[in-house]
């Protein structure tokens, strides 16, 4: 179908590489698409059509073309758990989890209050996913409104695909930083009309989680989540053993970790969990009976000494979770898709297990836009869907391309070894363009 | 003392740090030299006198300065632990160490044969040092004398202080890859004769580890150590479990991995081990003892899942042993000493345990000179020794920027901090400028 010609049509020339499955159920090569000369064709921000240059460009005689040779176009990644407030501490030194909240991120969450300063933070936040080829991120905010205000502004400028939410906290935080369960399903309520499906911009219900949040605020959110269904519920579970422990304490009546938020109906089909380290059987189970999501946040949890996500467990064929990667900025250690998917090979490797480069871009492309039940809009190249798209260069570096000099020809198998290498040895220059709904941004390096 | 006026005299201006003692045992700010306007004299290689601008410029009116502002100056890194041949197999998939040796560094062993290839690998090599701020290494080859060759003779040109040896292996490996203890013994005699002490080169007696080496060619190794009780000796130990239990099939009479090469006086004050993870208290002591030290090679250690240093064991009170850093390339994921300080710092955190920034620059200085027994020669900044210095931009990318905007003022604090961030944001962009003895190498990035 060519489309109306008063409607913006580009084309983009290059080699692709998406999922049409998960490579971690089905043979993997099975599970990726891979064509070496490519044209896409791209209407009004939506992929029309992805054949070989040979078969569609006829179709498109008179079409000017981008042409991206020798590079790698990838759907772009989706980040599923991150804190916008946090990018300035990003590496800061020497604690773990409960004691580095308290010492870093309370205090700079506090700064927020300022719309002004959370603008400035929201751009610079957005900049650096696209640098890095993020195109769609699951954020958390801080507990003012006007920082999720701050955040969508920015977000809907550049036409990106965030999914937010006011942070809920009504105790065992600074009082600077705490709300009330009234008004924290009052403000939810209102950020919610406001934003949640305004352009490509989605909401979430963000209770930090079980330690910071009373029964009474957890409850409401329950609430909320049951009149506005369509919403997303985001929060953490199960990170540290310390954290573990202090939630039984705080919710005596509650089997586990995981059952603190179902009991208010928290866990559903559009919930994200971040971490889920430390869980049982039972709670694996009952992730996946609830069709939930967890986000595997690598850097974070080796940076914070959290411990070693053990993703064969949601990845079992009894109890599947879906799965997602989360950068966790500021406790992860950087935006790059490359580097969080070089930290969960490492974790892997650490228990005798291999993560292949297919499962690492799937869990950054297709597998995050599932867990976020955005895989009818995100995620890969079907037709239909938005143009969000990565163009990476292999061989950016001297070492790169010493090490895929190896990969001389096309083949799968070559390119497969090629997005290793950048798994490993990539970072944000090797992102030389990002698409956000069909419009590039063209980046320095 | 102003230097002979025929002799090369330099000046560089900035931010100078290094170490003047432990700080794994001394309080941190006590361990730390940093003078925040100051002036190095730099005359024929070696360091004159460092002190701050305003008391040593007077002395040296005429002197042109090299100045860099906003940067810190740091001792050149020292790399204790790094297979040369294996730099264009670095992040190879999915292998634990000794499926790894046989998969990937084997077949690419082989090709150093050819010492023109060798050569083409050694320059790329040392230029991949340089521009991560490495001046010094201990760095491991080929069987092939002719690869040792090629990789000093790469090493002189630049003036660099590498250390090197021929690897010994005599069995458990390709045919092509073999020597036998008599050739091992001679070839190794001939290279230290030629290399040990030329300029800044200095020999190592290689075995690879226990299980490629009979009892043969150790016994002729410590033989040769005694004969030329100068050079060093240098060796894997206890990387990985499998590995362990190997050692001790082949060595039924030696109560453990250490003691193999305990038995051939290969344990001395210049012998540094790879890895050492799974060591037992014994092992540990009898380190200690020997004045022996001790290589911690974090992004390999993890990239091959081999397990976590436990540093503290090392750096305890009682059996205190040397510790250096090494990036382990190819197994090691980088050649970077900011991202294997990062990696340091996320197994430390995994146990529970910190690691500053304080110590892990030192790690990659002064601790890195110590462990090769150097520390007369490099390591810091003290007058006499080898100006080897690195030049480093503490807000090279925006992520940096943003990070270090809390460090306004140059307080020791601060700089400590910009450090730390170094450590988890860092790469060689970073890396403005290195010197070896004197010779600036001005980089790209």
């Known amino acids: 179908m060519i489309p109306n010609s008063n409607i913006k049509i580009s084309a983009i020339r290059g080699s692709f590489l998406d999922f049409i499955a998960d490579p971690f159920f089905y043979p ?196 909320l989540k049951q009149e506005f269904p369509d919403v997303y519920l985001h929060t953490h579970l199960s990170e540290q053993q310390q954290e573990v422990e202090l939630v039984a304490q705080l919710f005596p009546n509650s089997k586990d970790y995981l059952d603190v938020y179902d009991k208010f109906g928290l866990v559903t089909n559009k919930s994200i969990f971040a971490h889920s380290i430390y869980l049982s059987d039972y709670e694996f189970k009952r992730l996946s009976e609830a069709d939930s999501n967890i986000a595997f946040c690598p850097t974070s949890n080796l940076f914070l000494g959290s411990g070693l996500f053990q993703i064969h467990r949601a990845k079992s064929e009894q109890n599947q979770v879906q799965v997602g990667l989360g950068t966790d900025v500021g406790g992860g250690t950087s935006f790059s898709m490359f580097k969080t998917d070089n930290e969960a090979y490492k974790i892997a490797q650490l228990q005798g297990q291999n993560l292949s480069s297919l499962k690492a871009f799937y869990l950054a492309t297709l597998g995050g836009a599932k867990s976020l039940n955005l895989d009818d809009k995100i995620g890969n190249f079907n037709a239909g869907k938005e143009a969000d798209l990565v163009v990476l260069n292999p061989r950016v570096t001297p070492l790169l391309k010493l090490r895929n000099e190896r990969n001389k020809s096309h083949s799968v198998i070559n390119i497969v070894d090629e997005l290793f290498a950048l798994t490993i040895l990539g970072d944000e220059r090797a992102v030389k363009a990002t698409y956000v709904a069909g419009n590039l941004t063209l980046l320095a390096h």
Do not use: C
Not at 36 to 64: C, F, H, N, W
Not at 111 to 138: M, R
């Open 28 to 223: 993997e090569l099975e599970t990726v698409r891979y064509i070496d000369d490519g044209l896409m064709i791209v209407s009004a921000g939506i992929i029309q059509e992805l054949d070989t240059y040979d078969r569609l460009k006829p179709k498109y005689p008179e079409i000017s073309v981008t042409s991206y040779p020798g590079m790698l176009i990838l759907p772009g990644f989706v980040d599923i758990h991150v804190h916008y407030p946090q990018t300035e501490i990003i590496g800061s030194y020497g604690k773990q989890l409960l004691e580095w909240l308290n010492k870093y991120t309370f205090p700079t969450e506090g700064k927020l209050k300022d719309k002004s300063y959370a603008k400035k933070i929201a751009s610079f936040f957005l900049e650096q996913l696209l640098e890095n080829g993020t195109t769609t991120a699951l954020v958390l905010t801080t507990v003012y409104p006007q920082s999720v205000d701050a955040l969508f502004e920015e977000a809907k400028k550049r036409n990106m695909r965030i999914i937010a939410g006011k942070m809920l906290m009504d105790r065992n935080a600074p009082d600077y930083l705490l709300d009330t369960p009234e008004t924290s399903y009052e403000d939810s309520k209102k950020l919610i009309q406001k934003w949640h499906g305004q352009g490509r911009l989605l909401y979430a219900i963000t209770p930090r989680f079980a330690i910071t949040s009373t029964s009474e605020q957890l409850h409401l959110a329950g609430v």
